[in-house]
């Protein structure tokens, strides 16, 4: 199995940019494609975006399109979520998960292993 920790969640002013980050430990972390997911009080999560092993296809979701950019690094264990010009309907708690194919699904239900979360909070 992979163990999950975000970071990088912060308050921003709406237009701003966030980094997210999640370092991976466990087993070899090129063997799964990661995703970022999303959840908003009193919402069901959400899919943001999904990386494939190697890093040569990604997925978005329609509200992340030109905005958000997601990258790993196989070599240092780690997938990013690069969040550009945010707005407050993104605040949310954010989370990497990790799902053992090569795909880069949307639903949550296809993901085994899942980070602690990190906090966006984008004010108007």
């Known amino acids: 199995q992979v163990q999950l920790v975000e970071s990088g969640g912060g308050l921003v002013q709406a237009g701003g940019s966030l980094r997210l980050s999640c370092a991976a430990s466990?087993?070899?972390?090129?063997?799964?494609?990661m995703g970022w997911f999303r959840q908003a009080p009193g919402k069901e999560r959400e899919f943001v975006a999904a990386?494939?092993?190697?890093?040569?296809?990604?997925n978005y979701a329609d509200s992340a399109k030109d905005r958000f950019t997601i990258s790993r690094d196989n070599a240092k264990n780690t997938v990013d979520l690069q969040m550009n010009s945010l707005k407050p309907e993104d605040t949310a708690v954010y989370y990497c998960?990790?799902?053992?194919?090569?795909?880069?699904?949307?639903?949550?239900?296809?993901?085994?292993?899942w980070g602690q979360g990190t906090q966006v909070t984008v004010s108007s």
């Open positions: 998960a990790a799902n053992p194919t090569d795909y880069t699904f949307t639903n949550d239900k296809r993901y085994a292993y």
């Open positions: 466990g087993r070899t972390f090129s063997y799964y494609t």
């Open positions: 990386i494939s092993r190697s890093g040569g296809n990604t």
